[in-house]
Each structure stands twice: as C-alpha cells, then as structure tokens.
C-alpha cells in the first residue's frame, strides 16, 4: 500500500541536519498533514514506519543486503524514536485543531543502514558548503536521486505529477508547482496551497536571508522570479535584510513597529521602513539622484567633470546630451542612516546588490563586525562612512577602486594600510584616525594624483614619514602617533599639518617645508633650535584667533613663534599657546636653555596659571573673564560681543553680558543672545577660575544648548551667589558636585533641561535660602534625599522627567512654605507620604506617571490653598478623598481605581469649571464600562460606553480593551479587598496561571465561569 506518497505536504529530502553538536550529520525528514493522519489511520508508530519503508523502496529502490535480524532491529529502533516524537506532537495546539505538520527526522545511521555510504555522501559534502555561492547555472536533466549531484531535493504532488529541484535551480522549483518557465507571463498571480508547501521551506533549505521569514507566499515567489532573472534579490529585499542585520531585531517578530520605533529614532514609524511598499520613501534612502546627498564629507563640485558626475537628479535636460549613466529613478543610489539609537548590528554580504549605490553613510552607530568582502563588488560606490562605530578585524582589502571618499576614523581596526590601497585611483580623502593600526606610512599616497586630504591620527604607527610631492595634497594629519622621522618634502599645496604628540626630534626643519601652511600643529615631540621667523603670527590662522582673544598681540609674551611652540625658557601646559593661555616664563640659566628643547609643557621652578596673559601670576577679573570667552568659542558668540571681548582695552565693567557692583568689582555674567560654543571645536566647557570671582551674585547660562563640559567643583567658592541658571544647557554632563552645598546665598538654582547625570547630593539641603530648585528633564539616578526638606525657603520644588526611583520622603512635609511640588514621569514607588498637613502653602502637587500605589491621603482635602492634583497613571490611588474648598484640577485617571468616588466630589462646583453640575461623576472620573480622552467628562468629550466586546478595567479610562475572564476575576479580587481574605481563600488568585484553579472559582468543562465562592470584605 503506497499511502504515504500521497501524504508528503513538503518533502522528502537528504538535508543537511540542524544538531549543532553533528554539522555533517545528514537527517531523512518527512511532514505528514494531522488530517491525513487521521484519514488514513497513521495513527502509530508502526504504521509510519512500515509504509516509510515501502515508499523508499519504491522511489530509491530496494535497500542493500541486510539480515532479517538487521532490519527488524533498525525498524524497532526507528519506532520507539518516532513513537516518542508523535506522543510529544499529540500534546501541541497543531494535534488539536487538525491543522499541524507532523515532521519526523530518521537519523544518519538508518539512512546509512538501508543504503550505505554512498546515500549520504552527497548531502555531507553540501553540508560543509561555502557561505556564498556562485550564481545559478542553466537546468539540465539531473537524476532523481542523485545526492553527489545536488544539496537536496524537494518532492511535491501537484495533479498527479512530480518533480525534483534542487537548492539553486529555479526552473526545476517552478516546475515543482505546474508552472510553464518560459514566459513569467503563465505564472499565477495568487499562490495555491502546493506552492506555500514548497517555497515557505526553501527559507532554511536554501539558506535566505532572514527576512524572507516575513514574507507571504506571493512575496517569495516574487523574490524567486526576480532572482533568476538578475541573480539578485530585489532592493526592497536587501534593504530590509539590511535593516534586520543592522538593529538585531528578529525578523519574525511581528510586533515590531510597536515595539521598537522610538528604540530606532523613528524610522519604523514616520520613518517609514517596513511598513511603505515604496522603499524609496524611507528615511535615509535616496533613489535615482547621484547628486552630493547626505553624508557628504569632502567631496565639492569643483569643477566641470565632478559636476557632471552629480547631475542625475531629474531636473536636467543634458545628461543624455553629456552622455551622463544616469540610474533608473526607483534604483536606491545613496543610505544616510547616520546617528541612529540602537543600530548595534552587523553588515550584510547582499548590500553588494545595490548596484546603483553610490553613496553609503552609516557614521556614528554601534555597528560591529567586519567590512564583507562582497563589497568588492560594488561597481558605482564612491562615498563611504563608517566612522564612528565598532567595525574591528584589519583594514578591508576588498574595497571598489571606485571609491573617492573613504571614513574610517573612530572604529577598531587593526593592523598595517595594505597595499591594496594603492589601486585606488580615484581617492580624494581618506580618514581612518583612532584605530589601532600598525606600521609605517605607505609611500603610495604620495602617489595619488587626486588625493586631498589623509588623516591617519590616533594610530601606533611607527618610521619615518615619507615624501609627499603630490601637488593636490591640502591636509596631512599624523597627530598622536609613534613616528621618528620627518620627510624631506611636503606637498607643494599643503595648508594643514599635524604631527603633534609623536617621536619626531631633531632641529626644527626648514620653514620651506611650510610656505603655503595656515595651520601647524607640532606640539609634543623634541625638537630643538628656533622656530623659523617666517612662521609668525599671520601664518597660523587658529592660533592667531587664540592670541587676539587674550589680547597677545599687544603683550611681550606673545613671541612670535610661540603659536607654533613654546621657545626655549617658556612653558604651557601644550607646548605653545592654546586655549589656556600663552606661553609662561620659565626661569632658566643659559646652560639650562641650550639643553632645553622646544614646546616645553612643564617647568620644574612655576606651575602654570590659565589665562596669566601679563605674567604677573595672580589672575585679574578681566583675564578670569577672558577665560571664559576663549573657554566657550568666544569668536562664535556674535560680532556685537566680539569686538568688545578682544579689545583689550574695553574695561571689565563695558563688556558686553558683565555686570558690575558700585565697587566695580564683577557681579553677574549674563552674555544673553550669546551664541555660547556655537563652533563645536572651539568649545573647552566652564573654566574652574569662575570661582574665583568672589563678587559675583549672577550667573545666566541659560539656552546655550552646546555648551559641553561639566559644573566646576570649583564654583562652590562663590560664596555670594545668588542665582545659577544652566538651564537648556543640554551638552553639560557629569553629576552635581556635592560643592554646591557650600552657596549659602543661593535662592535660584535652575539646571533643567540638561545632561546631568549621578544621583542627587544631600548636599542641597545646606542651601536654606533657596526659594527655587528645578532639576527636571535630566537623567539622575538614585532616589530623592530625605535632606531636601531641610530647605526652609523653598517654594517651588519641580523634579519630574528626572529617572529618580524609590519612595517620597516622609519628611518632604516640613516644607510649609512650598507652593510647587511636582515630581512627575519618574519611576517613584510606594505611598504618598500620609501627613501632608504641614504643606500649608502648597497649591500644586503633581506626581502623575509614577508608580505610586496607595490611598490618596484625606489631609489633602484639608491643604485650603491646593488647587491642583494631577496624579494620572500611577499604580492604586484609591479611595479618593472627599471634600475640598479650593481644589478646581484633579486628574486621576489611568490608575486601579475601583470607587466608588464620593458624593463631596461628585458635587464640587469648582472642579473642571464646574462640570460635576452637568455630569456628576462622570466629570471626576469616568465610570466603569465607558472612557474619554482625558479620562473624565469635559464639554468637548462625554463618557462614551465602550464598543461590543471591550469594557475597561478601572474608573477614568481613556481606551477600552478585550478583557479577559481572568482580567475580569482579577479586578473583582481588587474591588473586594482580596488581599485581606482569609489564606485558604485566597489562594492560587492572580497567581495560578489557570483561573479555575483559583479558590472558590468553578469552571464549566469548556473552562468558563459556573460559581464563585468569595468572602466579603470587612468594613
């Protein structure tokens, strides 16, 4: 009897086996449909095996020669396996609905038992496969069983008709379902069931990407088609492939917009990824236009030929005229998926299918891993950005020499440049800075005719470096590195040297090496002799920014050539004149300066002082504010401040933003409209020396939004100020120092909006003058310090948005002169602290998005000055309380609340504008059964009943869900008191995963509520 040739819902295959213990163990598998089971009684292990047996015979012939003993032994074996597996499918969801695949895996040996070695040696050869395989080659007639020949074969019945394909062949697949391959045309635009059968398993047979887990029947054999035609997934497949790869995200994930779109910045949301068929409108993707996009670093149209290389955007009538390749408008040519949260995966080998790409930016993620080697098949990429991430291995050899813009820098590599770099032709900049590479400089880049710029600082690389005549050179950057030697020739054109921090010695070289420079940086290595005359003032465009800001040029220690270096005698901290200051006298005796080479950073005799531009070594006023101009890129804040700031002969007490007292000593910094560190580079954070201002009462900080660095320790010897606002200040980083428990006049501290981090220092209860403390939107850790009610004064205390954890300090009730409490969108627990009757100022409290469960304290109803409740989204605030004279705002809803809500309330005139007169109740809360936007009745939004099905679970909400029977017990266990029943009787509620298995709950034989036995609640 050949039953089950008519039962294989798949197939019927030699393929390579999943037991990661066995990688070249090939396995027998068969699906068998539970209908089919049924309907012809395989309902054993007996029947399965011996009509197994009966179908290989006929399909693979008779097996060898075996003994009587031998087979019935490999049968009884086989049975007891397959026994075990079709026990365990009897107890899945798939058993009992009739809707299941039954898969039974025969091992190696019974295949090697029937057949022999020859059977499998095939399969184990595909089992040690290389991961890419070459492309398709055309069908040709291959025998049925030939396993030497082809990884696997699949076997499907489609009208009494069956054929073989094997991994890669895409005819012998189609031709599996029915289908004519001549003409794509016959194919049938809706898959059948016989096709879901063959394709859906080709997702881990022929080893696709992951995504194709996504995919419908209709889509696979779409990617099928296009596949066989181009030997090339579609874009929209790579990039989703891409997508998958680079977030980490599980494709099968079906929840997963929902549950990672603020996680990816947006872009399965409003980004659109995924979810719009036109892959071409998804954030960060550009199709058809080869113009500057993006990302673009280095790359300008400079002249005739870059231009027409950037012309195809569809907006010029000459590209054919140019003769200009332009791609089809819907082929993707550039990705900017820069800066994007959680992008912490790896690259693909099919990125290689963008034919059209040309530019690729993914700087600043968390990508790892390595560069593929399919890369090199790219045949139009000419931008490439992984800058920024944690790409690690040597330095990729197998890049497109299309290439024109290479950004390495920031990432881990390791190793020496390879030689392979030398193909690259047409590179004009290249940075692969901060890495770990090794060895000497490559003299081929010298060799690059269209090369612009090459920054290979923050290596350990070593030598000496080589001769660079390239005539296009403009910037060479080496900085920090461990080379000996310089070179005997720079490049003609260069602008831009770095070789700080490195081994270089030796007299200072000839100043022609550096005619056509406007920045030099050498500081950190030893050099001896004098800075050339010609290096000056004028030739250094950056250092002259810094001089002018201190007002060197009309100084005695601005020498020149201390831009460049310190000479010998002078000393600063970076060997020449920085952002601290310039170079200080060090005294020396002249055997002492002979020896002593330039850029000196330290002086045995002085410690260096910032900002001492007249070497007097005590700091003025105005040179502690001059400090603070150079420290946050003064030169960006605005010329109106500029051209006060560095004169040095404005008075302290006329610069713009500065205040002074009748002494004219310096009493608030106030630089309002000032562009603060507008100029990233040029930012170096608050200097300390603010402290040193003793007079000062104000300083106004607020909105400067670049502003980096942290709050000086130092700052807490400002023993008469008076405000501090940071606010807006959203580069600040680092925690609050605890210093700042030492202003003791301080009645205004302001720092929200900011990136303050640590926890919260007990320290702020010593300011008992502070009338003001807002903190919110930073992201603090720790809990709020039970010293905070020492601040007397206090009136407005605002922590929310702050990521504080633990419980409302009971003391927080000392506070009487309080007004303002909110502590809202934290992670708070516990009770609202219950004596709350000392707040007698208060008139706002709201702590809504916590997790706060407890009774609302009656005291509330008693504060004659609180007008404002918001305490939405919490855990259980309930019961509520009753009467108030002054409240007109509570907002309670999105809590366990349960009621019932008191008549007092109901009737409150005042609340909500008085719409308890219209709707009662239903303006406090809405009740059970029903919801509104805001939880209660307004004049634009009634209680609405809940749609057929839904209901809510508590009083005030603003949706309705499917509630459950379980959902149902478990409110009722809630509104009961349930956790003061009895033990017994409250056994196995909430906790059993089965509800009838809860005291007192009865359930009919379909699992639905008959009795509940409960204990009522004691009142």
Known sequence: MMI???????LLALVPSAAKNHPNDIQLRLALDVADIIKFNLDDADKIVDNAMNFLATTRGRPKPNTEEQMESMKAALKVQVQTQLDQFRTTAGWSEGAGTFQIYFPLEFIRGLYGESAVAGAESAAKKPETRP????PGHQSKWDVQQ????????????????TIIDHDAIFQSLGWETTTFADYPSVCDDNAKMVLMPLIEELDLPNNFRRYNCERLVEEMKHHRMTGRWSERAVLEEFFFALSEIPPEDERISKANEKKLGGLLGSGKWLSDSDHCSWDGITCGSTTVGPGARGMEEEDDDANKKTRCDGKMDVDQLLNIPCPPKTAVTKIDLTSIPYMNGTLINNLYMLTNLHRLNLMKNDIHGTVPESFSEFKKLEFLDLSDNLMTSQLPRNLPSTLEEVWFENNAFTGSIPDDFSRFEALRFIDMSNNQLTGTIPSYFAEMTRLNSLALAGNKLTGSIPDFDAPGMDVLDFTDNKLTGMPDIFPPDLSELKLGSNQLKGPFPDSKLFETLTLLNVTGNDFTGEVPTKLELDDSEEYFNLWRSFGCDKNTLCKPGHNILCSPGYFSPVGAVSELGPCQVCPLSEDELEKKALGQTTCSSKDYIAGDVDGDGVLSEREI???FYVFTGGREWGTDFQKHWENVNTKTCDLPGVSCGGDGEVIAITPNNAKLCAGSSDCHGLPSEIGMLRSLQIIGLSGASKLTGTLPPEWGKLEKLNVLKLDKCSSLKGAIPTEIGNLKSLKILDLSSSGFTGQLPSEL???SDLTTLN???NSFRGSIPSEISQMKSLKQLVLSRCKLKGRIPENIQNLQQLENLELYGNNLTGPIPSNLMGMVSLKRLDMFSNKLTSSLPAELGLLKNLQIIHLKENRTIDPIFGSSSSLVDLKLGGNRIHGPIPNTLCSNKKIHEGLASKYGCDAILCPLGTYSKEGYATSSSECKPCPSGQSSLHLGASSCVSISQREILAMFYDVMGG???????????????NECDWSGVSC??????????FQMRQT
Do not use: C, H, I
Request: proline letters at 7%.
């Open 150 to 165: 082809f990884m696997g074969v699949f076997e499907t019945t489609r009208d009494n008709t069956s054929a073989y394909a």
């Open 775 to 777: 903190l919110s939107l």
């Open 765 to 767: 209860g010593q300011l």
């Open 4 to 10: 089950l040739s008519t039962l294989l819902l798949a």
């Open 135 to 138: 492309p398709p080659s055309p």
């Open 979 to 993: 956790e003061s029943w009895d033990e017994e009787l409250r056994r196995g509620w909430k906790t059993l995963p």
């Open 1004 to 1013: 009919d034989d379909n699992g639905e509520l008959n009795t509940l036995a």
């Open 625 to 627: 504010l001059q400090l």
